[in-house]
């Protein structure tokens, strides 16, 4: 059996791996499991061999791939596996694999994407999340992290391990993480998002210290704004904050 686990989403594609892998060791002794990143010397040659030997311990054997695109000839062993019901193998990548590996995303193949989560998934996802932990979250903490860390469900889940841990709901919305909240800001795309960063690093943050960070980790063409930025405070025809928020809904 095939199944392939693809997309950006790495928190939720993993979560699904592990449920995968820990549904196979109910049953099956955790010596018949391998895993191979195609990318390491030799690597296809040792699945290869883990596919070919009879293991002492069950008749399965359970294989998790991880960097199928740096050997595509890796698909001739991948279908050998397709009618084997004593063999799974699980291929996880973040993009789509090359076409040598194409048929992966046809049956029988088990595949899932794992694409990143649209507002309202969004807000699903760190609901339950929170609920795993015991969390209640505020409307205000909830729309933070959404529009703070938006598809990087790492972060969110990052944040949430925080709180359960001990920190406090209040500081955690307060007192956001800084460099999150810069990226961000100097980010292209959602305007709100720009803005509500920018609100969150103004509540705890000198006006001075946010421009200068956000200048200092620029990319080449934001360097040039924040440059004419900075000549425009330091002739006195704008405060710091006038251009941070210039910057939030240009």
């Known amino acids: 059996m095939l199944i392939y686990l693809y ?16 549904a ?10 391998h895993v191979f990143y195609m990318g390491e010397k030799e690597s296809l040659d040792r699945l290869q061999s883990f ?23 890796v698909a001739k062993l ?7 019901k004593a063999t799974t193998i699980v291929v996880v990548s973040e993009k789509k694999l090359p076409k040598e590996l194409a048929f992966l995303l046809k049956k029988p193949v088990l595949a899932q994407l794992f694409a990143a989560l649209d507002t309202a998934d969004l807000y699903a996802f760190i609901k339950t999340e929170a609920k795993n932990r015991n969390i209640e979250l505020t409307p205000d903490m909830l729309r933070y992290l959404s529009e703070v860390f938006q598809s990087d469900t790492w972060g969110i889940v990052t944040e949430l391990e925080k709180l359960f841990l001990g920190g406090h709901m209040s500081a955690a919305l307060h007192a956001p993480a800084f460099f999150p909240l810069i990226q961000t800001l100097k980010r292209p795309g959602d305007t709100q998002s720009r803005l509500t960063a920018l609100g969150y690093l103004l509540e705890s943050e000198d006006p001075a210290a946010i421009f200068n960070v956000t200048a200092s980790i620029a990319d080449p063409l934001l360097k040039i704004k924040m440059a004419d930025y900075d000549i425009a405070i330091k002739s006195g025809k ?13």
Not at 78 to 84: D, M, P, S, Y
Request: net charge negative.
């Open 238 to 250: 704008l405060e710091y904050e006038e251009a941070l928020t210039d910057l939030a809904i240009s």
């Open 24 to 33: 196979y060791e109910k049953k099956h002794s955790r010596l018949t499991r």
């Open 78 to 84: 991948l279908k050998t596996a397709l009618e084997n």
């Open 51 to 73: 596919l070919k030997e009879q293991s002492l311990f069950d008749t399965t054997k359970f294989a998790v791939i991880y960097d199928a695109d740096e050997a595509p000839e």
């Open 7 to 22: 997309g950006p989403d790495s928190y939720r594609r993993n979560q699904k791996v592990r449920e995968i892998v820990d």
